[in-house]
């Protein structure tokens, strides 16, 4: 207790009340934060027990021009836990080389004159009886929707939500879910938004990262955010009832209340990636890019306000009223799209006005396995969500008569291409379409030291820029600047994904920089190792790196029931006769999947167990 005298009196010296005698100076210093002209680096702990996240939520306050880098999983002492120097001498040479002042965060106002807010497609169906959505539950016409979440949103500004507080969305899949985003937009609020196959661990991270100051859900996930700390200090609107929540149910007024008008520039979501390739990232975007994004949908893929979509994807949900397009969630658990077999496929097809699909991987190979010959007409299927094959892409086609495509794209910039040429077979990985107008794609060499944009033919890192493109990973400077690249003036994004454009200016995606196969002679993506393998087998394969990069093997698992063990001699023998590179190891067993999409391959997972394995642990 002696030893620890100085941090007692350390602490007891902290201004707590007005008493203090130093309580004075510290309201005069923190007053003082919002007039500095410096740049500032803050560099926090997610796990902090003492200068918790509300902290960093005051900081900002006072501070907006500051630049954030949460570290997720450090706590008290951020430099024991996480290598922060790296993070700290970029920003210093940032800093340092453009010789720069601090400046509040610019605001974008570039097509303000044009701009139609995202809300619009919902508002101007509000007199309109046809549905809007349709679920297990049965169909909402658009007028239901409009004036609910109207309704929504004047309670919301009533109860003292302003423009850019953030609202942890934590509404199941469904028309109330619809309803309580488009209320927190036309409120002027900022929906957060985090895959619940994040786990509860991995929501509560994400959550508490995003700071909001509201959270919206039913008395079932309000329960759980209040027991498992994803959202302290928010404040809480239930669809139902809920202990100290504001009530929807019951803090209904018909009271007009003014809704703000929301401009290109304001913040409109932080959506977290499902962390099917890397940690989760909370990736912002402003109203402008929404908007803009919502226009190349209707402009790329026809879609028709008449005849509707129905998806497998449950975030693609918002696209429905954004776009002011009917939309059809299939009677499936939404963390399962695998379970879209034939029959409810059709169902969901016969009992509504739809022409469009957009399915994950998952949900496509179910409806063609479960078909049996028969066939369902559709006008458009989009797949999304992972690498496609030319033979599912064909199969899906074969089943809906259908124009299949597979557009490229990623939670920071979708859709980047028009997903023609799915259905077109090509020796190099998928072919995704040519880029969409407005959209530009480039080609980077891997060797960090050149990083200089390839030509046509030749494989690399794929970057983007587009009008609909994020604004920025939310509270990750480090990982911003690392994704950012500035050409001529634009920002373009380092996607991680590799591929190439060929002569005719169709992008080939290939896989995953980090899942490409480092060997001491060449780098290889693993696409290119297993198409070919897929191909001959008709089974799913997965080829994966063992050992240190610069000196891997490949080894190739293919699917099949069971732990991962060694491959047949007949199966190895195929695999060796049909690729053109060494293969070191074949093995069969499961290969792990994402929970979201149940077609993303885990190739790390894999390349650890496989390691494991083969090292005879």
């Given at each position: 207790a002696e030893r620890r005298t100085a941090v007692a009196e350390f602490v007891a010296d902290i201004p707590l009340s007005e008493a203090d005698v130093s309580w004075n100076a510290l309201q005069k210093s923190a007053n003082n934060l919002s007039n500095l002209d410096v740049p500032l680096l803050l560099v926090w702990g997610g796990r902090d027990r003492v200068f918790h996240d509300r902290f960093l939520a005051d900081l900002l306050q006072r501070a907006p021009h500051a630049d954030v880098h949460r570290f997720p999983q450090a706590a008290h002492l951020v430099p024991l836990d996480e290598p922060m120097a790296a993070i700290a001498s970029t920003w210093l040479e940032n800093v340092l080389g453009s010789n720069s002042v601090a400046e509040q965060p610019a605001e974008d106002s570039s097509g303000s004159d044009s701009f139609v807010a995202i809300t619009n497609g919902l508002l101007s169906r509000c007199n309109d009886d046809e549905a809007a959505f349709t679920d297990r539950n049965g169909a909402v016409s658009w007028k239901s929707l409009a004036h609910e979440a109207t309704d929504i949103a004047r309670t919301l500004v009533r109860a003292g939500l302003s423009v850019g507080d953030r609202v942890a969305m934590l509404v199941p899949p469904s028309s109330d879910l619809l309803a309580a985003s488009f209320g927190v937009w036309l409120a002027g609020?900022?929906?957060?938004?985090?895959?619940?196959?994040?786990?509860?661990?991995?929501?509560?991270?994400?959550?508490?990262?995003?700071?909001?100051?509201?959270?919206?859900?039913?008395?079932?996930?309000?329960?759980?955010?209040?027991?498992?700390?994803?959202?302290?200090?928010?404040?809480?609107?239930?669809?139902?009832?809920?202990?100290?929540?504001?009530?929807?149910?019951?803090?209904?007024?018909?009271?007009?209340?003014?809704?703000?008008?929301?401009?290109?520039?304001?913040?409109?979501?932080?959506?977290?990636?499902?962390?099917?390739?890397?940690?989760?990232?909370?990736?912002?975007?402003?109203?402008?890019?929404?908007?803009?994004?919502?226009?190349?949908?209707?402009?790329?893929?026809?879609?028709?306000?008449?005849?509707?979509?129905?998806?497998?994807?449950?975030?693609?949900?918002?696209?429905?009223?954004?776009?002011?397009?009917?939309?059809?969630?299939?009677?499936?658990?939404?963390?399962?799209?695998?379970?879209?077999?034939?029959?409810?496929?059709?169902r969901v097809i016969e009992s509504s006005r739809v022409d469009v699909a957009w399915l994950s991987p998952a949900s496509a190979r179910r409806i063609v396995e479960t078909a049996n010959g028969r066939t369902i007409e559709l006008r458009l299927v989009m797949l999304a969500g992972a690498p496609i094959s030319t033979q599912l892409a064909s199969s899906i086609a074969a089943v809906t008569g259908a124009d299949v495509r597979s557009p490229w794209g990623m939670t920071e910039a979708m859709p980047i291409t028009d997903g023609v040429g799915a259905t077109t077979s090509v020796v190099d990985g998928t072919n995704t379409g040519k880029p969409l107008a407005g959209a530009e794609v480039m080609v980077l060499s891997l060797d960090e030291s050149v990083r200089q944009s390839l030509p046509n033919g030749e494989w690399g890192e794929l970057a983007v820029h587009a009008p609909w493109m994020f604004d920025g990973y939310d509270q990750q400077w480090g990982t911003e600047q690392r994704s950012e690249l500035m050409v001529k003036g634009q920002r373009f994004h380092r996607t991680g994904d590799l591929g190439l454009l060929d002569g005719n200016g169709d992008l080939h995606q290939l896989g995953r920089v980090q899942h490409a196969l480092f060997m001491a002679t060449r780098t290889v993506p693993s696409v290119l190792v297993e198409d070919p393998i897929s191909t001959k087998l008709g089974r799913q394969v997965a080829a994966v790196g063992i050992g240190p990069v610069g000196t891997q093997v490949i080894a190739v698992v293919v699917q099949a029931e069971g732990k991962l063990r060694l491959a047949s001699a007949e199966v190895t023998a195929q695999v060796r006769q049909c690729s053109v590179f060494e293969i070191a190891a074949v093995l069969e067993g499961e290969l792990p999947v994402d929970i979201r999409h149940q077609s993303k391959i885990k190739r790390e997972v894999l390349a650890v167990t496989a390691s494991e394995f083969l090292a005879g642990r």
């Open positions: 609020g900022v929906l957060v938004v985090a895959d619940s196959g994040l786990g509860a661990r991995g929501l509560r991270t994400v959550l508490r990262g995003a700071i909001p100051k509201w959270v919206f859900g039913t008395s079932k996930t309000l329960s759980a955010a209040k027991a498992l700390g994803w959202t302290p200090g928010a404040r809480m609107i239930c669809t139902s009832r809920f202990p100290h929540a504001i009530s929807l149910t019951t803090h209904r007024s018909s009271t007009a209340v003014d809704l703000p008008e929301l401009r290109p520039e304001f913040d409109a979501a932080v959506v977290h990636t499902s962390g099917s390739t890397g940690p989760a990232k909370p990736v912002r975007y402003r109203h402008g890019a929404l908007a803009a994004q919502r226009d190349v949908i209707v402009e790329s893929f026809r879609m028709s306000a008449e005849q509707g979509f129905l998806t497998s994807f449950a975030p693609f949900i918002l696209l429905g009223p954004a776009l002011g397009v009917p939309c059809v969630l299939p009677d499936i658990d939404v963390t399962k799209p695998a379970e879209l077999d034939f029959d409810r496929f059709a």
